[in-house]
């Protein structure tokens, strides 16, 4: 992600600052510009090239800081009007776990629109949208069926106790997980979404989908079951990112999706810090680092994976330096390359396809 400072007095500040912590200011985002713009608490709305602007109105139940167009008469930004069911927020345990919820969400829709992918709530588009559910476990949906984290028919339902730190742990640990965080849920989930909206009613991408991922069309359910029996193949590292992801094709094609945005995210963020780095090693030049921003549409994912492995080791090894677990516990193999590359290249001729 980008590194943002505030607009009045460049004192350097998070996506999700409502205040400049230096100068007092209010902070807000605007999308449309990829930026943090600051006003001082005294003026009503902020003033950016001339039109005025203010806060969603979710900022109210602070979960939200983008701006939205003064005259706007939804009131929601994009990312907030994707919401179709929230939680009561009179419940103090249900608001904070909607907060965290909001947060990943939020970084999501910034990685997408860089992706200039679509990103239309469901109440703009009843056809192809995309739907947000936040849940209890136990709950039901609009619909009357009982819910559980996953995407069906452009709904992503993430549940509501993914937001709790200590119940997302004890899951990841009963489920031998190594990695499980709640932007990695929304990146999945999402990564599903997109399938249909990429692969549906489109025999070529579907062609060359089931030649590297497998045929979708095998049963779901009854793959499921079988891994869930079973286990994943013991030679599984060989051919998927994850254990989940030898399944099905489906969820191949979203754990490896998953991936490509942790890694354009953390990419992205390296380069706006300047990481760069020339390790005191011998014989090593396949580790050093330089970083790139990765939405640049003239490079190939080869040349950004070159420079993240390098990346994620240096950063896996500052973590280990504080006796904390890697930020990227995963081994990239030639197979998964190949995927991740793809996903590059499926995305590009999909945004070149409806210009």
């Not at 909607?98 to 109440?123: D, I, W």
């Not at 489109?202 to 049963?219: A, M, P, V």
Request: aromatic share 14%; net charge negative; with cysteine.
């Amino acid at each position: 992600m980008k590194i943002f400072q505030c607009s009045r007095c460049d004192f350097p500040v998070f996506f999700e600052n409502t205040i400049c912590e230096n100068c007092d200011a209010n902070l807000g985002y605007l999308d449309s510009e990829n930026d943090i713009f600051a006003k001082p608490p005294e003026d009503e709305n902020w003033l950016v090239k001339g039109k005025q602007y203010s806060y969603c109105k979710n900022e109210a139940l602070n979960t939200c800081n983008w701006l939205v167009p003064a005259e706007s008469e939804i009131g929601l930004c994009q990312s907030c009007y994707l919401n179709r069911t929230i939680p009561d927020t009179s419940n103090h345990k249900l608001h904070e776990r909607l907060q965290n919820m909001e947060a990943a969400k939020h970084r999501l829709v910034y990685t997408l629109q860089c992706l200039g992918l679509p990103v239309k709530s469901r109440f703009e588009d009843t056809q192809s949208g995309l739907f947000f559910d936040f849940l209890s476990k136990g709950d039901v949906n609009v619909e009357g069926n009982k819910v559980m984290t996953g995407h069906a028919n452009g709904v992503v339902t993430i549940l509501l106790g993914e937001a709790d730190v200590v119940n997302r742990e004890t899951m990841r640990v009963s489920l031998n997980e190594k990695y499980r965080t709640l932007i990695g849920h929304f990146r999945h989930e999402v990564g599903h979404y997109y399938w249909d909206v990429i692969f549906q009613n489109n025999d070529e991408f579907l062609s060359e989908f089931r030649t590297l991922f497998g045929d979708e069309r095998e049963s779901y359910a009854d793959a499921l079951e079988v891994h869930y029996q079973n286990g994943a193949p013991k030679n599984w590292k060989t051919d998927f990112i994850s254990e989940y992801a030898s399944s099905h094709p489906w969820e191949d094609w979203a754990e490896t999706w998953a991936h490509y945005l942790h890694i354009l995210d953390t990419m992205e963020t390296a380069y706006y810090f300047g990481l760069n780095g020339d390790p005191k090693l011998r014989n090593s030049p396949h580790m050093r680092v330089e970083t790139l921003y990765p939405y640049r549409e003239d490079l190939s994912f080869k040349t950004i994976l070159e420079e993240t492995i390098p990346l994620f080791y240096a950063v896996n090894s500052i973590n280990r330096s504080m006796g904390i677990k890697d930020v990227y516990p995963f081994a990239i193999s030639a197979k998964v390359k190949d995927k991740l590359e793809y996903v590059h290249y499926i995305l590009q001729r999909f945004k070149a396809e409806k210009k």
